[in-house]
Protein backbone atom coordinates (compact mmCIF):
# COMPACT_ATOMS: atom_id res chain seq x y z
CA UNK A 1 0.00 0.00 0.00
CA UNK A 2 2.48 2.65 -1.14
CA UNK A 3 -0.29 5.70 0.01
CA UNK A 4 0.85 8.61 -1.38
CA UNK A 5 4.22 8.99 -3.16
CA UNK A 6 6.05 11.88 -5.29
CA UNK A 7 8.67 12.08 -7.23
CA UNK A 8 11.52 12.77 -8.09
CA UNK A 9 12.36 13.37 -4.56
CA UNK A 10 15.60 15.95 -5.31
CA UNK A 11 15.54 17.94 -8.39
CA UNK A 12 18.17 20.30 -9.19
CA UNK A 13 17.45 22.39 -12.46
CA UNK A 14 18.33 25.99 -14.24
CA UNK A 15 16.22 29.22 -13.95
CA UNK A 16 14.09 29.08 -17.26
CA UNK A 17 13.86 25.88 -17.86
CA UNK A 18 10.34 23.95 -17.28
CA UNK A 19 9.92 21.35 -14.26
CA UNK A 20 7.17 19.03 -13.60
CA UNK A 21 6.99 17.59 -10.26
CA UNK A 22 4.76 14.14 -9.85
CA UNK A 23 1.99 13.23 -7.46
CA UNK A 24 0.65 9.87 -7.42
CA UNK A 25 -2.05 8.64 -4.53
CA UNK A 26 -3.33 5.19 -4.51
CA UNK A 27 -6.79 5.88 -1.52
CA UNK A 28 -8.76 7.24 -4.40
CA UNK A 29 -8.97 10.59 -2.57
CA UNK A 30 -11.42 13.78 -4.34
CA UNK A 31 -8.84 16.47 -3.05
CA UNK A 32 -5.15 17.03 -3.75
CA UNK A 33 -3.09 19.81 -2.93
CA UNK A 34 0.16 21.14 -3.42
CA UNK A 35 2.18 23.11 -1.08
CA UNK A 36 5.67 24.35 -0.70
CA UNK A 37 7.56 24.96 2.33
CA UNK A 38 10.28 27.42 2.76
CA UNK A 39 12.17 28.26 6.02
CA UNK A 40 10.64 30.55 8.05
CA UNK A 41 7.50 30.99 6.09
CA UNK A 42 5.55 27.31 7.13
CA UNK A 43 3.63 25.58 4.46
CA UNK A 44 1.71 27.84 1.77
CA UNK A 45 -0.97 26.47 -0.58
CA UNK A 46 -0.30 26.82 -4.61
CA UNK A 47 -3.21 24.80 -5.89
CA UNK A 48 -5.53 22.21 -4.88
CA UNK A 49 -7.70 20.29 -6.63
CA UNK A 50 -10.97 18.86 -5.57
CA UNK A 51 -11.81 16.15 -8.16
CA UNK A 52 -10.72 15.24 -11.36
CA UNK A 53 -10.68 18.21 -13.75
CA UNK A 54 -11.38 20.73 -11.15
CA UNK A 55 -8.59 23.10 -9.62
CA UNK A 56 -8.47 25.49 -7.69
CA UNK A 57 -5.57 28.22 -7.05
CA UNK A 58 -3.91 28.64 -3.72
CA UNK A 59 -2.06 31.12 -1.88
CA UNK A 60 0.71 31.31 -4.17
CA UNK A 61 -0.10 30.27 -7.49
CA UNK A 62 1.42 32.31 -9.88
CA UNK A 63 4.55 30.60 -11.93
CA UNK A 64 3.41 27.16 -11.34
CA UNK A 65 0.28 25.21 -13.02
CA UNK A 66 -1.34 22.11 -12.49
CA UNK A 67 -3.92 19.66 -14.01
CA UNK A 68 -5.97 16.38 -12.80
CA UNK A 69 -7.05 14.45 -15.47
CA UNK A 70 -7.23 11.23 -13.19
CA UNK A 71 -8.28 10.91 -9.47
CA UNK A 72 -4.47 9.56 -9.01
CA UNK A 73 -2.20 12.08 -9.73
CA UNK A 74 -2.06 15.94 -10.20
CA UNK A 75 1.26 17.20 -11.04
CA UNK A 76 2.93 20.16 -10.76
CA UNK A 77 4.31 21.91 -13.25
CA UNK A 78 7.01 24.96 -13.23
CA UNK A 79 6.86 26.48 -16.82
CA UNK A 80 9.51 28.50 -16.86
CA UNK A 81 11.86 28.13 -13.17
CA UNK A 82 13.12 30.99 -11.05
CA UNK A 83 15.66 30.95 -8.35
CA UNK A 84 12.65 32.08 -6.05
CA UNK A 85 10.88 28.71 -6.93
CA UNK A 86 13.63 26.50 -5.00
CA UNK A 87 12.09 25.01 -2.30
CA UNK A 88 10.20 22.07 -0.62
CA UNK A 89 7.52 20.69 -2.32
CA UNK A 90 4.90 18.24 -0.57
CA UNK A 91 1.59 17.09 -2.36
CA UNK A 92 -1.26 15.64 0.35
CA UNK A 93 -4.69 14.35 -0.34
CA UNK A 94 -7.70 13.89 1.53
CA UNK A 95 -11.20 12.08 1.35
CA UNK A 96 -12.95 15.75 2.19
CA UNK A 97 -15.53 15.15 5.22
CA UNK A 98 -16.05 17.06 8.14
CA UNK A 99 -13.55 14.95 10.26
CA UNK A 100 -11.04 13.75 7.04
CA UNK A 101 -7.60 16.10 7.21
CA UNK A 102 -5.15 15.80 4.40
CA UNK A 103 -2.17 13.03 4.18
CA UNK A 104 1.22 14.13 2.62
CA UNK A 105 3.57 12.77 0.51
CA UNK A 106 7.34 12.88 1.33
CA UNK A 107 8.52 15.64 -0.03
CA UNK A 108 10.31 16.54 -2.99
CA UNK A 109 13.10 19.10 -2.97
CA UNK A 110 13.79 21.17 -5.52
CA UNK A 111 17.33 23.54 -6.39
CA UNK A 112 16.87 26.46 -8.94
CA UNK A 113 20.19 27.56 -10.15
CA UNK B 1 -4.93 34.49 6.74
CA UNK B 2 -2.30 32.51 8.38
CA UNK B 3 -2.79 31.67 11.70
CA UNK B 4 -0.37 32.69 14.27
CA UNK B 5 1.31 30.38 16.53
CA UNK B 6 2.97 30.78 19.79
CA UNK B 7 5.72 30.35 20.90
CA UNK B 8 7.94 29.93 17.59
CA UNK B 9 10.39 27.39 19.56
CA UNK B 10 10.29 25.77 23.09
CA UNK B 11 12.86 23.56 24.69
CA UNK B 12 11.98 21.03 27.37
CA UNK B 13 13.48 18.51 29.24
CA UNK B 14 11.75 14.97 29.25
CA UNK B 15 8.74 14.97 31.07
CA UNK B 16 7.79 18.04 31.34
CA UNK B 17 4.79 19.84 29.85
CA UNK B 18 4.18 22.25 26.69
CA UNK B 19 1.50 24.45 25.15
CA UNK B 20 1.85 25.53 21.28
CA UNK B 21 -1.41 28.34 20.78
CA UNK B 22 -2.55 29.03 17.20
CA UNK B 23 -4.80 32.06 16.74
CA UNK B 24 -6.90 33.31 13.78
CA UNK B 25 -8.31 37.06 13.39
CA UNK B 26 -10.91 34.85 10.99
CA UNK B 27 -14.08 32.73 11.98
CA UNK B 28 -13.12 29.25 12.04
CA UNK B 29 -14.72 26.12 10.67
CA UNK B 30 -11.66 23.54 12.05
CA UNK B 31 -8.02 23.48 13.12
CA UNK B 32 -5.76 20.79 12.06
CA UNK B 33 -2.64 19.88 14.06
CA UNK B 34 0.03 18.29 12.47
CA UNK B 35 3.83 17.33 13.85
CA UNK B 36 6.84 17.03 11.10
CA UNK B 37 10.56 15.85 11.95
CA UNK B 38 13.32 16.60 10.38
CA UNK B 39 13.47 15.85 6.25
CA UNK B 40 10.37 14.26 6.45
CA UNK B 41 6.89 15.02 5.42
CA UNK B 42 3.94 16.33 8.15
CA UNK B 43 1.85 13.80 10.33
CA UNK B 44 -1.32 14.39 11.27
CA UNK B 45 -2.23 13.99 14.99
CA UNK B 46 -5.80 15.57 15.11
CA UNK B 47 -8.53 17.39 13.91
CA UNK B 48 -11.18 19.94 15.75
CA UNK B 49 -14.20 21.24 14.44
CA UNK B 50 -16.20 24.45 15.64
CA UNK B 51 -18.87 22.93 18.12
CA UNK B 52 -16.91 20.25 18.90
CA UNK B 53 -15.38 19.22 21.95
CA UNK B 54 -11.55 18.65 22.95
CA UNK B 55 -9.73 15.94 21.14
CA UNK B 56 -7.28 14.07 22.95
CA UNK B 57 -4.21 11.42 21.64
CA UNK B 58 -2.19 9.56 24.09
CA UNK B 59 -0.54 12.23 26.06
CA UNK B 60 -1.33 15.25 23.37
CA UNK B 61 -4.79 16.89 23.62
CA UNK B 62 -6.24 20.18 22.35
CA UNK B 63 -8.83 22.56 22.43
CA UNK B 64 -10.58 25.10 20.14
CA UNK B 65 -12.33 28.07 21.54
CA UNK B 66 -14.38 29.62 18.71
CA UNK B 67 -14.76 32.78 20.30
CA UNK B 68 -11.36 33.53 20.46
CA UNK B 69 -10.54 32.09 17.32
CA UNK B 70 -7.64 30.03 18.90
CA UNK B 71 -6.95 26.40 19.64
CA UNK B 72 -4.24 25.08 21.57
CA UNK B 73 -2.26 21.84 21.65
CA UNK B 74 -1.23 20.27 24.80
CA UNK B 75 2.07 18.19 25.31
CA UNK B 76 2.02 15.98 28.87
CA UNK B 77 4.83 14.50 30.12
CA UNK B 78 6.37 15.03 26.73
CA UNK B 79 8.75 12.31 25.39
CA UNK B 80 11.82 12.27 23.36
CA UNK B 81 9.89 11.39 20.32
CA UNK B 82 7.74 14.49 20.49
CA UNK B 83 10.61 16.45 19.16
CA UNK B 84 9.64 18.28 16.21
CA UNK B 85 7.74 20.76 14.37
CA UNK B 86 4.41 21.64 15.41
CA UNK B 87 1.96 23.37 12.74
CA UNK B 88 -2.02 23.96 12.81
CA UNK B 89 -3.47 24.51 10.36
CA UNK B 90 -6.89 26.05 9.61
CA UNK B 91 -10.24 26.30 7.69
CA UNK B 92 -12.75 28.82 7.15
CA UNK B 93 -15.04 26.72 5.64
CA UNK B 94 -15.52 23.34 4.76
CA UNK B 95 -13.94 23.85 1.41
CA UNK B 96 -11.18 21.72 2.83
CA UNK B 97 -8.04 23.96 1.99
CA UNK B 98 -6.51 24.56 4.85
CA UNK B 99 -4.00 27.93 5.86
CA UNK B 100 -1.06 26.78 8.11
CA UNK B 101 0.80 28.76 10.73
CA UNK B 102 4.26 29.34 10.33
CA UNK B 103 5.39 26.42 13.08
CA UNK B 104 6.45 25.36 16.35
CA UNK B 105 9.69 24.16 16.80
CA UNK B 106 9.42 21.44 20.12
CA UNK B 107 12.95 20.07 21.13
CA UNK B 108 12.63 18.04 24.25
CA UNK B 109 15.60 17.04 25.99
CA UNK B 110 16.88 13.70 28.36
Known amino acids: DAGITQSPRYKITETGRQVTLMCHQTWSHSYMFWYRQDLGHGLRLIYYSAAADITDKGEVPDGYVVSRSKTENFPLTLESATRSQTSVYFC????????????FGPGTRLTVL | QQPVQSPQAVILREGEDAVINCSSSKALYSVHWYRQKHGEAPVFLMI?????EQKGHDKISASFNEKKQQSSLYLTASQLSYSGTYFC???????????FGKGTSLLVTP
Open chain 2, 89 to 99: GTEKNSGYALN
Open chain 1, 92 to 103: ASGAGGELDTQY
Open chain 2, 48 to 52: LLKGG
